[in-house]
């Protein structure tokens, strides 16, 4: 590319780029923004604020906690089978307990 067509395409860059300059110069929103700063710095300067400060006062980011994990419930360990045997009619009971409906029958005298 010669020198001359890259300097036009330049200035017609920069006649765009003018151009938006002075569209957004003109926009009331980017006035009120631009006051805003210009408001804002002064009061983090009055304050002795930085920005990132400002930044997390007005958008604080919500603690993370742990989550809460149950202390581990211990497990009883399985009760053993046991063996009984009726005296009278010797009939064997296999029970983990001792609350077993045949270890209650009362023998008849």
């Known amino acids: 590319m ?3 067509a890259e300097f036009r ?3 017609r860059e920069l006649q765009k780029q003018m151009a938006l300059l002075e569209q957004l110069q ?5 006035q009120r923004e631009m006051e805003f700063e210009d408001k ?3 009061l983090m300067a009055d304050y002795g604020m930085d920005l990132a400060k400002v930044v997390a006062i007005l958008n604080p980011q919500p603690v993370e906690l742990e989550p809460v ?3 581990a419930v211990k497990q009883r360990r ?3 089978v046991k063996v009984y045997v009726q005296p009278v009619t010797g009939k064997r009971i296999e029970t ?3 609350n077993h409906a045949q270890l209650k ?3 008849p005298r």
């Open 69 to 71: 994990v149950p202390a």
């Open 40 to 42: 804002l710095k002064v």
């Open 78 to 80: 399985p009760r053993q």
């Open 9 to 11: 395409r330049a200035e």
């Open 26 to 30: 003109a926009d009331a929103s980017l």
């Open 105 to 107: 029958v009362r023998i």
């Open 96 to 98: 983990k307990g001792a």
């Open 2 to 4: 010669s020198k001359l």
